[in-house]
């Protein structure tokens, strides 16, 4: 009797079920992976924006960066005076925040001493 040559319909099978595990787990590694970046490319640009604010509120010749947030994303300003060592100056911060798929929201929080006379936000 001759031995058949080739796989058999399970060794098929099996060898499709480990490359179908294996596309899946990539898949969700490279979902994660992209979500993470738009994340911290979200971040990033909402930190530039809210430092160009400040800066501007010092008095640097910067232009209304606010023209270059997304459309769904915001900026708002609280100042309160300082106290102690700060008698004369005034916090300043800065607060732009962004929504993210998923229900995530993306939020930067920068502050500045600003001497009392500086512009206001």
């Known amino acids: 009797m001759r031995r058949r040559q080739g796989f058999l319909t ?6 499709f079920a480990l490359l ?3 596309l899946v787990a990539s898949y969700a590694v490279v979902r994660e992976v992209a ?7 979200a971040r990033r640009n909402l930190r ?3 430092e160009a604010e400040l800066d501007r509120l010092r008095g640097a010749a910067i232009p209304n960066a ?3 947030l997304p459309s769904d ?4 300003f609280a100042s309160a005076p300082g106290s102690g060592d700060w008698d004369g100056w005034r916090v ?6 962004q929504p993210m798929r998923g229900g995530r929201t993306v939020r ?5 001493y600003l001497p009392a006379g500086a512009e206001s936000p």
């Open 73 to 76: 994303a915001s900026l708002r």
């Open 48 to 50: 530039l924006v809210a």
């Open 92 to 97: 300043v911060t800065v607060i732009a925040e």
């Open 20 to 22: 179908a595990f294996t």
């Open 108 to 112: 930067v929080r920068l502050s500045a």
């Open 10 to 15: 399970t060794d098929v099978l099996g060898a």
């Open 66 to 68: 606010a023209r270059v």
């Open 35 to 41: 979500a993470a970046r738009e994340y911290s490319d």
